[in-house]
């Protein structure tokens, strides 16, 4: 049990230390019981695998979600790009 004087000089510093140990002790031996554990660690091009490339999709669906892609844009320009708004939030 942690007790604390209201005065903070060396006794209380020493109570502290105690304490800690104590609890640290405690943790040791409730950590022994748990079972080992083999930890295994992935390569991350592993985790994270790419699909392969496949066949590309035909001319006209391209330009078909091109044409859709647009319409849900807020803003596009004269030559069909998209405008968006560079770091307005750091104004």
Do not use: C
């Amino acid at each position: 049990m942690l007790v604390l004087h209201v005065e903070r000089g060396e006794d209380w510093r020493k109570e502290v230390e105690k304490s800690a140990e104590e609890i640290l002790e405690a943790l040791s031996k409730s950590l022994e019981a748990l079972p080992a554990e083999e930890e295994t660690y992935y390569l991350r091009e592993l985790s994270r695998p790419l699909r392969e490339d496949g066949v590309p999709s035909q001319e006209g669906e391209r330009k078909a979600f091109r044409k859709r892609f647009l319409s849900l844009a807020p803003s596009v320009d004269e030559e069909g790009n998209l405008r968006t708004e560079a770091a307005g939030w750091t104004r």
